[in-house]
């Protein structure tokens, strides 16, 4: 039994040495080697709570044993019960022994605690050269936000102890803080690479369902940090806007159920799966939001507010007093003239709110400016080189600030003040490609600036000549009305036959990927000839736009043809017009292709906090049908 019991633990065979040990304690609970073994095979398996109860029996059946005790503290800093881990330290410091061993985990409990003064204060009771003292120096760096320093210790460290994992991953980090995306990326796959090379059965998810497994949360996962780098990997893929290969990273990991996922994975899964799955993204965010309240608060009322759900985001705010520390000054402010504007009601208040904050940044990025133009007068390049990056960051986050404020008057149709705030910003931001699409399109809406507005759109697209399908569907729709309206009708119709080539190159690689680019641009232009009257031509546009309807009938592409098929409705109701039946036949007969198509299409987007499912398109399709009939028929 002995033998077994040792070679199950040498094997790591710890899910089934566990029922031995827990049967042997059941007869002897105060045995010793039990106890020992249970406490070690629970620590592996990251079970904290019972690694510290054998830990405890074991400190009280042997006081003299200071390990015991030591281990005892270990086991709670690790279950996050840091006041209790603090107590038990006390209870070992008199051995030297173990003197640096109690420091470094006092020191983990403030730094967990954010308590980063305390941390430097215990650590100096460390020797320096001790190579968890240049990790604790190294995290502590990281932790104040020092990261270029934090990652100097970190490769200090690598130095010392070798290429460990968690080292590396660190490194990592550190790059990614510093938005060195790609070599954060390259340091996170030499993780990945090394980790499943030196342990094949953390190996990921086969393609088949049927051989699905689960790796555990052992420590030799641990050992590896290979949850972090694909973690960290999937976060770079997400903020290079790869997202199905982030997705790829998310799903890549070692397999493990869902109840054994850590919080960043849970967090992470539910972000990359809001678009498919929005009710369960909010679900897995609000079971994390004490849990892990950074990023999860910010992030869970980012979306809320995304998905118009501002009430839900205000109610968040208000029942959460104690989880706004974890939000960046700026992000908390935004938020709060967010919902003034939308929940609130407060529109005017939100608007005094935005400016406030416009004018902080106004004002850092004057400075910002000064800095770099005083470094090209020194010719200091390395100096110029940071000042610019600080200011294209600081313009980054001044962007979204000016145009809520503007959406203000956007959403009652005040153009002109729309435009005026956007000018005011110019001088800041001007080269700001977000700034610049948002100028094209109040010039656009005005629909007596079109000359203006192709200026801002020509270059965007000109850009992305190349790829056109990257550049974004609308900002295409609204350059070919733009020269429709200005009598270029040859150079939009250069322009969509640009993109239906495009189009069909990307079909014959890909034949089932969904492209609605050509489609919206047809919808848009049908759209605007409906709204100038002309609904014979604007309708069979809009059919048009939609031919080879399995493909190209979604939510959004039904939403903005049955406007068109509403607004012709009403203008035949009222007598203000009459269609030919050859024009009435075609409607009909795309409305009882709609009705086919369309039956597993939601109508329009799925709350998702509601039980209720939508109308489906079919349903839509059959309404619009019935009444078309009836004012045909008189």
């Not at 002995?2 to 199950?8: A, F, G, I, L, P």
């Not at 030196?198 to 052992?218: C, F």
């Not at 404020?405 to 001007?430: G, H, N, P, T």
């Not at 009708?489 to 050509?518: C, F, G, H, W, Y």
Request: net charge negative; hydrophobic share 40%; proline share 4%.
């Amino acid at each position: 039994m002995t033998t077994t019991v040792y070679t199950m633990v040498a094997q790591h065979n710890y899910a089934d040495v566990r029922p031995l040990l827990e049967a042997q304690l059941a007869t002897l609970p105060e045995n010793r080697a039990a106890l020992s073994l249970l406490a070690y095979v629970a620590y592996q398996q990251q079970d904290f709570a019972t690694a510290s109860k054998c830990y405890e029996t074991l400190a009280r059946l042997y006081p003299s044993v200071t390990h015991y005790k030591v281990s005892y503290a270990q086991a709670l800093l690790k279950a996050n019960l840091y006041d209790e881990a603090m107590r038990a330290c006390m209870t070992a410091t008199n051995d030297p022994n173990f003197q640096s061993r109690v420091l470094k985990i006092q020191a983990q409990i403030k730094y967990d605690q954010d308590d980063l003064t305390t941390t430097r204060a215990i650590m100096e009771g460390v020797p320096t050269d001790d190579p968890d003292a240049i990790v604790m120096n190294a995290c502590t760096l990281y932790k104040e936000n020092q990261f270029e320093d934090a990652m100097a210790k970190f490769s200090e460290a690598v130095s010392v102890l070798g290429n460990q994992p968690f080292l590396s991953y660190n490194v990592a980090l550190c790059y990614y803080r510093l938005k060195q995306y790609s070599i954060a990326r390259r340091v996170t796959l030499e993780i990945i690479e090394k980790g499943i090379k030196d342990h094949i059965e953390l190996d990921s998810y086969p393609d088949d369902p049927q051989q699905a497994r689960t790796v555990g949360n052992s420590q030799m996962l641990r050992e590896t940090a290979l949850i972090e780098a694909f973690n960290l990997k999937s976060a770079i893929e997400f903020k290079m806007n790869s997202i199905e290969t982030a997705r790829d990273s998310n799903h890549d990991m070692p397999p493990r159920s869902e109840s054994e996922l850590d919080p960043i994975t849970l967090h992470n899964t539910a972000l990359l799966h809001m678009e498919e799955a929005p009710r369960e993204g909010f679900e897995k965010l609000g079971f994390l939001l004490d849990i892990l309240p950074d990023p999860t608060f910010g992030n869970l009322l980012i979306l809320n507010c995304q998905y118009n759900r501002y009430n839900i985001a205000a109610d968040l705010l208000a029942e959460n007093p104690q989880l706004i520390q974890h939000l960046d000054p700026e992000l908390a402010d935004f938020m709060k003239a967010l919902i003034l504007r939308e929940a609130a009601g407060s529109p005017q208040e939100a608007f005094v709110e935005f400016e406030r904050m416009i004018n902080k940044h106004v004002e850092n990025l004057r400075k910002l400016a000064k800095q770099i133009n005083d470094a090209r007068v020194h010719k200091d390049k390395p100096e110029t080189k940071q000042a610019m990056k600080l200011y294209e960051e600081a313009a980054e986050k001044f962007v979204p600030v000016v145009m809520n404020q503007a959406k203000i008057f956007w959403d009652r149709k005040d153009y002109a003040m729309v435009e005026r705030i956007l000018r005011q910003a110019m001088e800041l931001c001007s080269e700001n490609r977000v700034w610049k699409l948002n100028a094209a399109h109040v010039l656009f809406m005005q629909e007596t600036r079109f000359v203006e507005a192709i200026k801002y759109y020509e270059p965007i697209v000109q850009a992305n000549i190349d790829n056109i399908l990257s550049v974004q569907a609308i900002v295409l729709a609204n350059l070919c009305v733009s020269y429709i309206m200005t009598s270029a009708n040859e150079t939009a119709e250069d322009l969509m036959r640009r993109v239906e080539k495009e189009e069909e190159n990307v079909s014959k690689e890909s034949p089932n990927q969904k492209i609605l680019t050509l489609c919206i641009v047809n919808l848009v232009i049908g759209t605007l000839y409906c709204s100038k009257g002309n609904f014979e031509f604007g309708i069979l546009r809009v059919i048009k736009s939609l031919d080879n309807l399995q493909k190209k009938l979604d939510t959004d592409t039904w939403f903005y043809a049955k406007l068109c098929f509403l607004a012709l409705c009403e203008a035949l109701s009222k007598h203000m017009m009459v269609i030919k039946d050859t024009v009435y036949n075609e409607i009909l007969a795309f409305l009882r292709q709609c009705d086919l198509y369309g039956r597993n299409i939601y109508a329009f987007a799925e709350d998702p906090t509601s039980d209720a499912k939508p109308r489906s398109v079919s349903q839509e399709a059959r309404l619009i049908y019935k009444l078309l009939m009836k004012l045909r028929d008189g």
